[in-house]
């Protein structure tokens, strides 16, 4: 028997691969020093995990509405509408189990097949294996290295645009460099999604990982918001990457349909944690601040640690919780040409785990830099700065 032919079409997340490779690695008695995987070794908020407990125990086990319970259909609602100085009610809310379901259901709720859906590359991989395992046709746009981190290459989104293109897909507070639109860089991509009449999935979830300043929404400019679809996280911000918790907020019969997916796909999304949530989003900040704090601290040790090596240079970055230095100068040292096999060399003789641009979507044409990718969210200050000490010596030998 045979399986399906669109499965060849399917991609997946290759930085578990570089994750395997660094447990098979600790599990030959090294300690790994891990900066590969964007995951939180924080605890989730007591107030959160407490009232989840409590949910359990007043039996909040069964199912539940498959767009979410009204209570947190109304909080995202007021929290996101809040954040970005915009309406929304829980009719434009539908809950899902975690961020990521909401990039499958966006493209089936607005593409047909053979329709062509603009997304960033380097970016998260998923959107380009759903744009392709649902028979459309991905078009990347990538990003210009600048002093101050990176931009989006606008030309490049401009002439990429055809009569078959039908969304775009915008991840700023970007993974995985952090790249962090300006007000008049977003006012131009808006622009040209009006212009050419183009659906717009705004993935936020570092919406809330802002170091200063106050993070602004493409969903804010005037003509957006009845075109744009927001993915809602509650992973980073609350420390709840394995609660799978999230939702898709945008236009009410966009959300109509995505409710009807949620029904077609998981039934619902776990009702003890959808009651936990609310408490997340209403009750005690204290948790996120210090979520926030800590992460901004371990920010700064990986970035000294990384400029501390000759050849690499990197702007902070204002948001997320990634680092994207571009490793030329260290290439060149150490005589290599594929990028992955300097992070092979630096697990072995440094016991650093990264992640590299070839785990963010496939190389775009004629692309001649390179660059690694470090997540600093699930490793302490300590192991940070002996880490980067470690691969400082192998960068420069």
């Known amino acids: 028997m045979e399986l399906a032919k669109q499965l060849a079409k399917l ?9 395997q490779k660094a447990a098979d690695w600790a599990y030959q008695s090294h300690k790994v020093y891990p900066f590969h995987l964007g995951d939180i ?9 407490e009232a989840a407990k409590k949910a359990l125990a007043d039996g909040f086990t069964g199912y ?7 209570e947190l259909r109304d909080a995202v609602a007021r929290d996101v509408g809040a954040k970005r100085g915009l309406r929304y009610s829980a009719e434009n809310v539908a809950i ?5 379901p909401v990039i499958g259901k966006f493209i089936s709720a607005v593409m047909n097949p053979g329709d062509e859906v603009l997304y960033p590359n380097p970016g998260y991989p998923i959107y380009e294996s759903q744009i392709e395992y649902q028979d459309g046709v991905a078009v990347p746009y990538g990003y210009i290295e600048t002093p101050d981190g990176f931009a989006l290459d606008m030309d490049a989104i401009e002439n990429a645009i055809t009569d078959k293109t039908t969304a775009l897909i915008y991840n700023n507070y970007q993974n995985p460099n952090g790249a962090q639109s300006s007000r008049e860089e977003m006012e131009k991509l808006a622009e040209l999604a009006i212009e050419h009449d183009l659906w717009v999935m705004s993935d936020d979830a570092y919406f809330e990982i802002q170091y200063s300043g106050s993070p602004i929404s493409i969903a804010n400019i005037p003509g957006m918001q009845e075109r744009t679809i927001i993915l809602y996280t509650c992973s980073k911000r609350f420390a709840m990457t394995g609660w799978r918790l999230g939702a898709a907020i945008g236009p009410r019969h966009v959300i109509e349909i995505i ?3 949620n029904t077609n796909i998981e039934s619902c999304t776990t009702h003890f944690i959808q009651r936990a949530m609310v408490e997340a989003i209403d009750g005690d900040t204290s948790g996120p601040d210090f979520i926030l704090n800590e992460l901004r601290a371990r920010r700064d040790a990986a970035v000294a640690g990384l400029n501390a090596i000759d050849g690499i240079s990197i702007a902070t970055p204002n948001s997320t919780f990634y680092l994207y230095p571009n490793v030329n100068t260290v290439m060149e040292r150490k005589n290599l040409t594929d990028v992955n096999q300097l992070m092979d060399g630096a697990l072995e003789h440094s016991d650093v785990s ?8 496939r190389a775009l044409e004629n692309e001649q830099n390179h660059y690694i990718r470090f997540a600093y969210s699930g490793i302490d200050i300590p192991d940070i700065e002996e880490g980067m000490g470690r691969l400082k010596t192998y960068f420069e030998s």
């Open 11 to 19: 991609g997946t997340e290759t930085a578990f691969a570089v994750s």
């Open 64 to 70: 539940c509405p498959g767009a979410g319970i009204p």
């Open 259 to 261: 409710a009807k997916l």
């Open 96 to 100: 899902q189990p975690g961020g990521k």
């Open 41 to 49: 070794n924080l605890a989730t908020p007591e107030n959160i995990t």
């Open 354 to 361: 990264f992640c590299t641009r070839m785990h963010f979507g």
